[in-house]
């Protein structure tokens, strides 16, 4: 049971390159997200996904694109990257039953370290 | 107004005692979730514990207790014997209900505080 994991690790962009985040979990979760860390904060919300084939906009989306076409997996997609968009990247996952109750408690992924130059 | 503030942006604590961290928050909700992360300078996100708004005791796992003071709006983290490896940045967090919207789907977390444990 690896949880959650993503690749790369490390990536360095030109300004206006393209790339792809990947994150994958075994974990069965119905939730998945995507949430950045700039420098001494906490975590913002990028996109999330209550389900295979559907996704939402969070607090910090612009500039990012998200798919989810199967439980275990939720690309994020970065167009035309800038210099704002240096930062570490976390995938996480979570269940939540439908109508019941649970903690909801986020799993995180390694994190992947971008920067944009 | 932020929604969680840690005012401890750094704490130091000797080997083998106990600590707290503190953890505010401000929701209007009835129903809400409590957490705390610990990321060690590797950069993974750790879950440590957990409180419901409904619970009526405080959440312990192992080392870590939650002080969880409804009332004040404060969820404290405590780390009993502290240890070497207990050196890290440390954040709370917190899920809103349901019927906050779209909030309630994602953590909102603090600023974190960084505990150095000296030997």
């Known amino acids: 049971n690896a949880g959650v994991t993503q690749t790369p690790k490390f990536r360095i962009l030109k300004i206006g390159q393209s790339m792809t985040l990947q994150c994958t979990q075994d974990m069965n979760h119905n939730y998945m997200y995507w949430y950045r860390q700039d420098p001494g904060m906490g975590l913002k919300l990028i996109y999330y996904?209550?389900?295979?084939?559907?996704?939402d906009k969070g607090e910090v989306p612009n500039g990012y694109n998200v798919s989810r076409s199967t439980t275990e997996d939720f690309p994020l997609r970065l167009e035309l990257a800038a210099p704002s968009q240096t930062s570490v990247y976390f995938c996480a996952s979570s269940y939540r039953p439908i109508g019941g109750r649970s903690t909801d408690t986020q799993y995180f992924g390694p994190g992947t370290r971008l920067t944009v130059l | 107004a932020q929604k969680i503030t840690q005012t401890q942006p750094g704490m130091f604590v000797q080997e083998k005692e106990a600590v707290t961290l503190d953890c505010t928050y401000d929701t209007s909700d009835q129903s809400y979730g409590l957490f705390w992360y610990k990321q060690p300078s590797s950069g993974e996100m750790i879950f440590l514990i957990y409180q419901g708004s409904y619970d009526e005791q405080n959440a312990t796992e192992g080392r870590y207790s939650l002080n969880f003071q409804k009332a004040r709006k404060s969820a404290n983290l405590v780390i009993s014997a502290s240890q070497l490896g207990d050196s890290a940045m440390y954040f709370c967090a917190m899920r809103e209900g349901r019927n906050s919207g779209g909030s309630n789907y994602k953590l909102t977390f603090g600023k974190g505080t960084l505990l150095t444990v000296n030997p």
């Open positions: 996904s209550v389900g295979a084939g559907i996704t």
